[in-house]
């Protein structure tokens, strides 16, 4: 008999490093790759593995992931598979959740209601395919109380993770901290280290006993990777699964193992601009292993005009459906659904969400430009950055971030 799984999704998170992208929502709700919303990419990968009982912890801004969640993702009843958001209930008394592991901890009634063998817990905000039926089988088979998933990264990265440290059987956990400086490489590759993708797979009655004596604990933070998971290190009760056994349909070499934190404005950019080599280092065009999300009625991209300099076209770029480029030049873009980007315009390098107007005669380079924003006739971003800053945000890396109906001046 098939082992009783339930999903559950961490996507209460805040994401102040992405402002102004989360002013007006969660994390997971920001849009990403044209079509998409972050939490697609968790909640696709389990559906595709075929776990289909998942609940959305949500809690900070979460009226559009919560629409989103409850337009998009909808299963058969008949089946009793669901996805179904859930917000701090104040299970526990009047506050809301202090932390992921408290978040678990105020949602147990969900646990004791499906009575599963297993608990998955993964994180909403990363950007990847993974097929969680191999960790779930890794997990069983290993008979540890929790399975803690590890991508590989160079040594000198370790300061940028939280590491996963395992013994000599390269499997058991000895260690899990934060951000190391003096980390150690694993048994098999001195040089590399396991970082933490924020996924885990525990046995039920391990996830039940540890979140309950780290709520007893009031010094704890009550979160996941900081409290729970060291608790079970050290009891000798936690497993590292190599992401890199992890074998996804129709992956290729290029993007398999792909995984990114995008957690800041200029990963979220670069995770971007991974979409649209010809050969993608994240390829949504897997059929295979698709990413869900909603499809709005939409009519197909349009490009019109061709007069002169005046021509409609997009280069080494993704237009999406109800997008309309209209004499003007696109390059390196991802261009969302119902864009407009009008005649003699030129937009390089740059992300540009639903419903985002560019003028004629514009230039946009190296930006990103959150839904509706309107971009004036003349108007250029990304072109002088000192004068930027003093108007939007501008990233570490020099990229221009203009938030939802933020106004962009001439």
């Not at 940028?160 to 048994?187: H, M, S, Y």
Request: net charge negative; proline share 6%; no cysteine.
């Amino acid at each position: 008999m098939a082992a009783k799984v339930l999903a559950i999704v961490l996507a209460g998170g805040e994401g102040k490093r992405l402002m102004p992208l989360t002013t007006d929502r969660a994390k997971p709700a920001v849009p990403f790759g044209g079509m998409y919303r972050m939490v697609d990419f968790v909640l696709s990968n389990l559906a595709n593995a075929g776990y289909l009982k998942i609940v959305v912890l949500t809690q900070y801004k979460s009226h559009s992931l919560d629409r989103h969640i409850t337009k998009t993702w909808r299963m058969s009843t008949l089946l009793g598979n669901y996805v179904t958001p859930v917000p701090a209930q104040q299970r526990r008394g009047p506050w809301w959740f202090a932390g992921s592991a408290d978040a678990i901890y105020q949602s147990f009634n969900l646990i004791y209601d499906e009575q599963p063998d297993y608990v998955i817990v993964f994180g909403a905000d990363h950007i990847y395919r993974m097929d969680p039926r191999q960790m779930v089988e890794d997990h069983i088979a290993s008979g540890a109380g929790v399975t803690v998933a590890g991508i590989r990264q160079p040594l000198s990265t370790a300061d940028q993770f939280g590491v996963i440290e395992v013994g000599e059987d390269g499997r058991r956990i000895r260690a899990f901290r934060e951000k190391p400086t003096d980390a150690v490489g694993l048994p098999d590759a001195p040089d590399e280290i396991y970082a933490s993708m924020g996924n885990y797979v525990f046995t039920t009655r391990a996830l039940i006993d540890a979140v309950e004596r780290d709520a007893d604990d009031k010094t704890s933070k009550h979160d996941m990777g900081g409290s729970i998971i060291p608790m079970l290190v050290e009891r000798g009760e936690a497993n590292v699964y190599d992401f890199r056994d992890n074998e996804v349909p129709g992956s290729t070499d290029r993007d398999r193992g792909y995984w990114r934190d995008v957690g800041t404005l200029d990963s979220f950019y670069d995770a971007h601009m991974d979409l649209i080599n010809v050969h993608p280092v994240f390829n949504l065009y897997n059929f295979d292993w698709p990413i869900y999300t909603e499809q709005p009625p939409y009519p197909p991209a349009k490009f019109v005009h061709q007069w002169g300099e005046r021509v409609g076209r997009a280069v080494a770029s993704m237009v999406s459906p109800g997008a309309v480029i209209s004499g003007s030049l696109v390059e390196n873009s991802i261009v969302s659904p119902k864009v407009k980007v009008h005649s003699w315009a030129h937009v390089d390098g740059s992300v540009l969400m639903e419903g985002v107007e560019i003028g004629r005669h514009a230039v946009v380079r190296r930006a990103i430009l959150d839904k509706n924003v309107q971009v004036p006739e003349g108007a250029e971003i990304g072109v002088d950055l000192e004068r930027d800053r003093q108007r939007y945000t501008v990233s570490d890396n020099g990229i221009v971030v203009i938030g939802k109906g933020q106004k962009v001046e001439p």
